[in-house]
Antibody, heavy 121, light 110 residues
Framework: QVQLQESGPGLVKPSETLSLTCAVSGYSISSGYYWGWIRQPPGKGLEWIGS???????YYNPSLKSRVTISVDTSKNQFSLKLSSVTAADTAVYYCARHMTTVTVDWFDPWGQGTLVTVSS | QSALTQPASVSGSPGQSITISCTGTSSDVGGYNYVSWYQQHPGKAPKLMIYDVSKRPSGVSNRFSGSKSGNTASLTISGLQAEDEADYYCCSYAGSSTWVFGGGTKLTVL
């Protein structure tokens, strides 16, 4: 059973860099799939941030691309998110999820429980 | 890349059927058969309910079904049950290796 768990600071100051890690258990990242980050501002909808393959190939949301870096560490079976120059608008629950995307199928499943990151001084 | 359009809320009585729409453009919903639907209970992570427009993952009730016509995808829940009360989100591939979610729909079971 694949499980994902987000971790990282719950409070980040404006203009600084948000850093989160997603630990994967029950499946080896090196075996395949993409791995994604999705966020949800309080009381609002979901926004795809980006996805990474175990080889390091990345896809990013164009609206966030200039500030986002997603990386993978296969030795630790985890992947990470960095979002720079954060503002209050980046306050959200951040989820990581396994992202299956091929020419025949496309879905995000399962998801981590999510972690709330607040941007405030 | 704009969020897909969903009704803010829908409601139905137990046993009834409801449909949630998800409207996009020919660049996302209308252009690909890669629409998925997620159920989210308060304070919980989203759960995959439908993928590739109409396919159901193992373990998801057959009361949930999906379809698409043109630029609009739909999620239908038949035989409404109290535990179906949740927020529902659609998601579509939007080309150029990008994905877009809908704004979400709150389902109330009366």
């Amino acid at each position: 059973q694949v499980q994902l768990q987000e971790s990282g600071p719950g409070l980040v100051k404006p203009s600084e860099t948000l850093s989160l890690t997603c630990a994967v258990s029950g499946y080896s990242i090196s075996s395949g799939y993409y791995w994604g980050w999705i966020r949800q501002p309080p009381g609002k909808g979901l926004e795809w941030i980006g996805s990474i393959y175990h080889s390091g190939s990345t896809y990013y949301n164009p609206s966030l691309k200039s500030r986002v870096t997603i990386s993978v560490d296969t030795s630790k079976n985890q992947f990470s998110l960095k979002l720079s120059s954060v503002t209050a608008a980046d306050t959200a629950v951040y989820y990581c999820a396994r992202h299956m995307t091929t020419v025949t199928v496309d879905w995000f499943d399962p998801w981590g429980q999510g972690t709330l990151v607040t941007v405030s001084s | 890349q704009s969020a897909l359009t969903q009704p803010a809320s829908v409601s139905g009585s137990p046993g009834q059927s409801i449909t949630i729409s998800c409207t996009g453009t020919s660049s996302d919903v209308g252009g690909y058969n890669y629409v998925s639907w997620y159920q989210q209970h308060p304070g919980k992570a989203p759960k995959l309910m439908i993928y590739d427009v109409s396919k159901r993952p193992s373990g998801v009730s057959n009361r949930f079904s999906g379809s698409k016509s043109g630029n609009t995808a739909s999620l239908t829940i038949s035989g409404l049950q109290a535990e179906d009360e949740a927020d529902y989100y659609c998601c579509s591939y939007a080309g150029s290796s990008t994905w877009v979610f809908g704004g979400g729909t709150k389902l109330t079971v009366l």
